[in-house]
C-alpha cells in the first residue's frame, strides 16, 4: 500500500467534530457520509466496556456475587427455616387434648380452617367431606378419602390427622386407590394445618372425646 493510498483511505473519515465527509464507497447507488462520533457517546461506550470487564470477573471469579440461582437457593432455605421454626413453636403447645378441647371449640380458628380446607382440600374431599361430587341424580367419588364417615385410615388421634396432613401420605402406604395426598407443608403453614385439624375434630365431634389429665 503507497503513501497514496493511506492518504485516500485516511480522507474517508472524519477527523474532527463537526466534519462531515462524504465516503467515495458506493453500493446500491448509495454513498454514506462519515462523522466523528461524540465525546459522549464514546465515552458511553468505554464505560460500558469497562463496566462489562470489572462484571465478568466479580461474577465468575470472586464470591461476592451470587448467582439466580444461588439466591433461590439461599431463600428457600431461609423460607424453609422460618418453617421449621414455626412448626416447632406450633408442635410446643399442641397435642390430643388441645386440639379437642381448644382449638376445635374456638369459633375464629374453625372458621380459618374451613377457609383454608375450601381453597386446598374440596377437590379431593368435596365441600361436605364426603370425598363424593354430585351430577344430577349420581354420585362420583373424588380422589380423596372420606372425612365424615369415622374411618381414619392414618390414625384417628388429632395428632395423626396433623401429621397426615402435614407430611401427605405416609410412604409405605400406595394412597387411596392409587391417589397419594400431597404433603401440604409445602403450601400451608403449620399453624394452617391445625386449623385445618381442628375444623375436621369440629365435623366429626363424635370421633373426639375430650383427653383426660
Given amino acids: ?21 462524504l465516503r467515495d464507497h458506493v453500493y446500491d447507488g448509495i454513498q454514506e457520509y462519515d462523522q ?15 463496566w462489562f470487564v470489572v462484571y465478568w470477573v466479580i461474577y465468575y471469579h470472586t464470591k461476592n456475587y451470587k448467582t439466580d440461582g444461588e439466591r433461590v437457593v439461599a431463600g428457600m432455605n431461609v423460607i424453609e427455616g422460618i418453617k421449621s421454626k414455626e412448626l416447632e413453636a406450633t408442635l410446643a403447645s399442641l397435642d390430643n387434648k388441645t386440639l379437642i378441647e381448644k382449638w376445635s371449640t374456638d369459633t375464629n380458628i374453625v372458621n380459618n380452617g374451613l377457609a383454608t380446607y375450601t381453597t386446598n382440600c374440596v377437590a379431593c374431599h368435596a365441600a361436605d367431606l364426603s370425598a363424593t361430587m354430585v351430577a344430577g341424580d349420581q354420585k362420583f367419588p373424588l380422589p380423596g378419602l372420606a372425612l365424615n364417615d369415622g374411618n381414619w385410615k392414618y390414625g384417628a388421634e388429632p395428632m395423626a390427622i ?27 403453614s403449620p399453624k394452617q ?21
Fill in 1 to 21: 500500500m503507497n503513501k497514496e493510498d493511506k492518504y485516500d483511505i485516511a480522507s474517508q473519515y472524519a477527523k474532527k467534530d463537526g466534519e462531515v465527509v
Fill in 36 to 50: 466523528k462520533l461524540p465525546n459522549w457517546w464514546l465515552y458511553t461506550l468505554y464505560a460500558a466496556i469497562v
Fill in 162 to 188: 396433623f401429621k397426615l396432613i402435614h407430611d401427605g401420605t405416609p410412604p409405605e402406604s400406595t394412597g387411596h386407590n392409587g391417589a397419594r395426598m400431597t404433603p401440604w407443608s409445602q403450601q400451608l
Fill in 193 to 213: 394445618i391445625a386449623e385445618v385439624t381442628a375444623f375436621l375434630i369440629s365435623e366429626n365431634r363424635k370421633d373426639f372425646t375430650p383427653v383426660t389429665p
